[in-house]
T-cell receptor, first 114, second 107 residues
């Protein structure tokens, strides 16, 4: 079956611009996670959705970052007023349920802020 | 919050040798410890996981051990093959990842 997909695969933007990154989880997975991965580092947790609600958003670095999952399926990570330090790979993962179920990762969106 | 440390950052072995990667965690309440393999340009893929009610788990050439008292867990890969070359991550509490180990298996 289809895995987790993320679009776009690559995004180049200018400092100060707004970007949206999309994640399509595996059908039926209620849990969805966003991570940020810088070069040579492990994934850094950003936010976790259970259904439509954000169960844990403690990893969002500041109020420029926001994520939604209005229908409990597709999720969008939104970054306002992008900064060069936001450049990273943004990974999405989904699992059947939260709390210890296997996470399936997408290929990521490579964001470059010039 | 949970803090996960992973060692070594790089590991080079000869084909056929064993490889061991170690992680420590800080939160004694953590009860789920997955290991992921990440190849270039791809997302991490789960290779094995262990829960706090067991001390060891094996899957063919891969094994994971957990010492809850010492708060550390390890990944063991036996009979390494060149295709095992990748970056490996440990994690605790689902969402807290180590910094990764780049494993190179030389033919």
């Amino acid at each position: 079956g289809a895995g987790v997909s993320q679009t776009p695969s690559n995004k180049v933007t200018e400092k100060g611009k707004y970007v949206e990154l999309r994640c399509d989880p595996i059908s039926g997975h209620t849990a969805l996670y966003w991570y940020r991965q810088s070069l040579g580092q492990g994934p850094e947790f950003l936010i976790y959705f259970q259904g439509t609600g954000a169960a844990d958003d403690s990893g969002l670095p500041n109020d420029r970052f926001f994520a939604v999952r209005p229908e409990g399926s597709v999720s969008t990570l939104k970054i306002q007023r992008t900064e060069r330090g936001d450049s990273a790979v943004y990974l999405c993962a989904s699992s059947l349920a939260g709390g210890g179920e296997t996470q399936y990762f997408g290929p990521g969106t490579r964001l470059l802020v010039l | 919050g949970e803090n996960v440390e992973q060692h070594p950052s790089t590991l080079s072995v000869q084909e056929g040798d064993s490889a061991v990667i170690k992680c420590t965690y800080s939160d004694s309440a953590s009860n789920y410890f997955p290991w992921y393999k990440q190849e270039l340009g791809k997302g991490p893929q789960l290779i094995i996981d262990i829960r706090s009610n067991v001390g060891e788990k094996k899957d063919q050439r891969i094994a994971v051990t957990l010492n809850k008292t010492a708060k550390h867990f390890s990944l063991h890969i036996t009979e390494t093959q060149p295709e095992d070359s990748a970056v490996y991550f440990c994690a605790a509490q689902v969402m807290r990842f180590g910094a990764g180990t780049r494993l190179t298996v030389k033919p």
